[in-house]
């Protein structure tokens, strides 16, 4: 796999050059007094928030595992679990997607296939569809960084903003790399660098795709979130799955979410989803 590989050699270059190599690739200076002033001048994303009116809100101390997984279920859609109707083309409310041709021969192909159902196991939706799950959001802000913690699957997003550069060559992950920087009141996050898993596109994308996030506040309680798609290879023009609004809970804490734990979704031999609506043995009540 391409992390293997990519680790083999920065371990090798270390070991050829004293370790600086490695040293200079993941370290950073230690936050001083200034940077943690300057922190305390940007606008405030610090705490818990919730898309208004969405799933999740009910029972803040509620279970995890079975009770997530039948509300996953229920709101899974298209591949990825929980996709805005902004990935389907705003469900004919709107532009779908302008694919060139070779990529839509592509979508036309992937049409003809059953839907992906690997949510129904358990596996997460990458980016966006990550930032698109009925359930809340904890952000933190630490000097030169903003981390993201999804109560959905408990994913975390690290979004780096110490002012280095997008990367030449990432490997591909689920959410890739996020690099972010502050435009007056506005975090503009650039991600690069996707593994091909679900996350909650309608359309088929290339290696080159980003994603381009801006958020706001608009209110001290409201953050508004801007995402755009932008892929040379796969789009005619920026597909733009519009904004997405989270109202801030100041009294809430995100609760654990383990979602094979009670996990009464499954996958048949034909690739179709169903629930399990007897309680599994041994899983908790």
């Not at 293997?4 to 040293?23: D, M, Q």
């Not at 990458?126 to 030169?144: A, F, S, V």
């Amino acid at each position: 796999m391409k992390p293997t590989r990519t680790i083999l050699l920065s371990l090798l270059a270390a070991l050829a050059f004293g370790g600086t190599a490695l040293a200079q690739r993941f370290t950073r200076p230690a936050p001083t007094p200034a940077d943690w002033a300057a922190l305390g001048k940007l606008p405030d994303f610090t705490g818990v928030w919730e898309t208004p009116l969405g799933g999740g809100g009910g029972g803040r101390a509620g279970a995890a595992g079975g009770g997530r997984a039948g509300a996953q279920a229920a709101g899974r859609g298209t591949a990825g679990g929980g996709a805005p109707a902004a990935a389907r083309g705003r469900g004919g409310r709107g532009p779908a997607p302008s694919l060139t041709p070779e990529y839509a021969a592509k979508a036309q192909a992937r049409a003809a296939t059953p839907p992906d159902e690997s949510a129904t196991n358990c596996l997460p939706p990458g980016l966006p569809g990550i930032m698109t799950q009925p359930y809340p959001y904890e952000i933190l802000m630490t000097p030169g960084q903003v981390t993201i913690i999804s109560e959905a699957y408990t994913h975390v997003r690290h979004i780096y903003t110490d002012g280095r550069p997008l990367p030449a060559d990432p490997d591909p992950t689920f959410y890739g790399t996020s690099i972010g920087r502050w435009e007056d009141n506005t975090l503009v996050v650039e991600t690069v660098g996707f593994e091909e898993v679900p996350r909650g596109l309608s359309f088929p994308y290339s290696d080159k795709m980003k994603i381009v996030e801006r958020f706001r506040l608009t209110d001290a309680d409201t953050l508004t979130i801007e995402t755009t798609i932008h892929d040379p290879e796969a789009l005619t023009a920026p597909f733009s799955m519009g904004t997405r609004t989270l109202r801030r809970h100041r009294n809430w804490t995100i609760a654990e979410y383990v979602c094979e734990e009670n996990n009464r979704n499954f996958v048949d031999a034909e690739g179709k989803a169903g629930v399990k609506l007897a309680n599994p043995l041994g899983a908790p009540r």
